[in-house]
């Protein structure tokens, strides 16, 4: 897997959250946020809409 940076601003009492959150779950702020992100559900609907089809227009 090739690792990628991820850099955001968040309010320091969010971060300090976060921070609490992962040290009570014994796990690292990368992975909680890489389980929310996991979780997220994208609707199917919106999942075809992003693969882009040729139109009849096209060339």
Not at 11 to 20: I, T, V
Not at 38 to 46: A, F, G, Q
């Amino acid at each position: 897997m090739k690792t990628e940076w991820f850099k955001m601003r968040m309010s320091e009492r969010r971060l300090n959250k976060l921070r609490l959150y992962a040290a009570i779950k014994d796990t690292t702020m990368t992975h909680v946020i890489e389980d929310l992100i996991d979780s997220l559900k994208i609707p199917e609907s919106d999942i075809l809409g992003i693969v882009s089809t040729p139109s009849s227009t096209d060339g």
